[in-house]
């Protein structure tokens, strides 16, 4: 995997503290994480981006969990098959304590910060598209929306979720099309989930360690970047920068 991949991957972590669903941040309407509507679940999703020739770049597998109290258990594992390396990332979004905290056990570093305002860890919105299909044994409806990419350069991005009325209207599936001025692909990123399980998940899911140390996000990215022998100056100035000030901002405001 390139440097600029495994930047990508751990600062969509740190500055963003949950990555559920999103390739970029939608239009769509949220459901918040202690609403009406979601009940409690576990589910496990695989995420794959395809490149504009249609070759698959990268794929992770997902398990995301609910309780009753709202809280959000996330954890991640990426594979990266040509350095035959993979690490682990854990989210928890804690509406007892009111915290959000990220933590790798490759590093064993962990950080943690206030949540402020509505927390929208699950995605849910309108369920009366046109299209409607089974998924995973429910009955799930189409909704799409389409959007210039933030990043410019002439891409219109193209969203289709599927939500399913039984579960609030929460989404379960989203595929996204990146397409250039042109006309031509500008890439997929495609999110399907494989095992959906209504019910109180394990609490394990929901328990920071207590052992790892409280660490800035920059601090966690050259940990983790020197553990996998991958050089990070260039995060560390840049994307580990606006995580700290992020992190920092976060928390002086608690």
């Not at 994480?33 to 981006?49: A, C, F, H, I, Q």
């Not at 599936?173 to 990123?189: F, H, L, N, Q």
């Amino acid at each position: 995997m390139k440097l600029d991949k495994i930047n990508v991957i751990l600062a969509s972590v740190l500055i963003v503290g949950s990555i559920l669903l999103v390739a970029v941040r939608l239009a769509p309407v949220r459901a918040q994480s202690n609403g009406t509507g979601l009940p409690p679940m576990l589910v496990t999703y695989k995420r794959e981006v395809f490149s504009a020739n249609g070759q698959l770049r990268w794929s992770r597998t997902y398990t995301v969990a609910r309780n009753r109290t709202g809280s959000i258990s996330e954890t991640y594992i990426h594979n990266d098959s040509g350095r035959n390396q993979n690490f682990e990332v854990h989210t928890v979004i804690d509406q007892d304590t009111r915290t959000t905290t990220g933590w790798y056990p490759l590093v064993k570093l962990k950080s943690t910060t206030p949540l402020s305002g509505p927390q929208f860890p699950l995605i849910a919105g309108p369920c009366d598209g046109p299209e409607q299909k089974t998924v995973l044994g429910f009955t799930v409806v189409s909704a799409e929306h389409d959007f210039a990419a933030p990043i410019g350069g002439g891409i219109t991005i193209r969203t289709k979720a599927w939500r399913a009325k039984e579960l609030g209207c929460f989404e379960v599936m989203r595929e996204t099309i990146a397409s250039k001025s042109d006309g031509s692909s500008g890439g997929r990123d495609i999110t399907t989930p494989t095992t959906m399980v209504l019910g109180d998940p394990p609490a394990e899911l929901f328990v920071v360690p207590q052992d790892y140390a409280e660490a800035k996000p920059s601090e966690i990215m050259k940990a983790v970047h020197g553990t996998l022998g991958i050089e990070c100056a260039a995060c560390a100035l840049n994307t580990g920068l606006a995580a700290d000030k992020r992190y920092e901002m976060r928390n002086a405001g608690h």
